[in-house]
Nanobody
Framework: VQLVESGGGMVQPGGSLRLSCAAS????????MSWVRQAPGKGPEWVSA????????YYADSVKGRFTISRDNAKNTLYLQMNSLKPEDTALYYC????????WGQGTQVTVSS
């Protein structure tokens, strides 16, 4: 199983970023997928999840209405569109397989700062 995140960077408050997660080594379309983040000095925080078919999505209250999770099963890729970013969204963002988060990628850094 390999999960490779990309798309992070530095952005001003109110800005947007789109994260991608390329999956390989398993049947991507058969698994629910999640995004998790970890801010400096804090524990991991679950952010969002999507079911295997992409028809059901779930969000933490902290990101609801600002972030959108999606997936392209033909491309084995998971996405996280992040809008209206806030400084408190600064974290290392990981994609993970399933609700149990049994496999994680290496993470992509998102920094929101003026």
């Amino acid at each position: 199983v390999q999960l490779v995140e990309s798309g992070g960077g530095m952005v001003q408050p109110g800005g947007s970023l789109r994260l991608s997660c390329a999956a390989s080594g398993f049947t991507f379309s058969s698994y629910d997928m999640s995004w998790v983040r970890q801010a400096p000095g804090k524990g991991p925080e679950w952010v969002s999840a999507i079911n295997s078919g992409g028809g059901s999505t779930y969000y933490a209250d902290s990101v609801k209405g600002r972030f959108t999770i999606s997936r392209d099963n033909a491309k084995n890729t998971l996405y996280l569109q992040m809008n209206s970013l806030k400084p408190e969204d600064t974290a290392l963002y990981y994609c993970a397989r399933g609700w149990a988060l049994e496999y994680w990628g290496q993470g992509t850094q998102v920094t929101v700062s003026s």
